[in-house]
């Protein structure tokens, strides 16, 4: 299945495929800062299971902030998903979400096809 991004700007829905990737990238827009962070956690088998490694697993966290423009660093294992809801809570309307995926796009930060509707 190819990795998309389905936006529909009339009612503002964003649709993010299972392969989509964000990569490394910066993002200003308007008044809005983008923040995410990762850190690594331990993810522990079931005491009685068989078979069950322990692992590191990554845990992103992204921070949304509506103030003064600034340029933040985000990625890479951020999901478009993960900044699309953090945007969506703030109220961006879906021509802004637009206007940032095409210029992630743009940029190569992100690893999927964008469809409008």
């Given at each position: 299945m190819p990795a998309r991004v389905i936006i529909d700007e009339r009612t503002g829905t964003v649709v993010v495929g299972a392969n989509v990737v964000l990569g490394v990238a910066a993002i200003a827009h308007g008044g809005l800062t983008v923040h995410v962070s990762e850190h690594p956690a331990v993810s522990q088998?079931?005491?009685?299971?068989?078979?069950?490694q322990t692992v590191?697993?990554?845990?992103?966290?992204?921070?949304?902030?509506?103030?003064?423009?600034?340029?933040?660093?985000v990625g890479p294992a951020t999901t478009?998903?993960?900044?699309a809801a953090a945007l969506n809570a703030l109220g961006v309307k879906p021509r802004d979400l637009v206007a940032i995926f095409q210029a992630l796009k743009a940029a190569g930060a992100l690893h999927a096809e964008i469809q409008v509707l």
């Open positions: 088998p079931n005491p009685l299971s068989k078979g069950g590191v697993v990554p845990e992103s966290t992204v921070e949304v902030v509506e103030k003064e423009g600034r340029i933040q660093a478009v998903g993960d900044i």
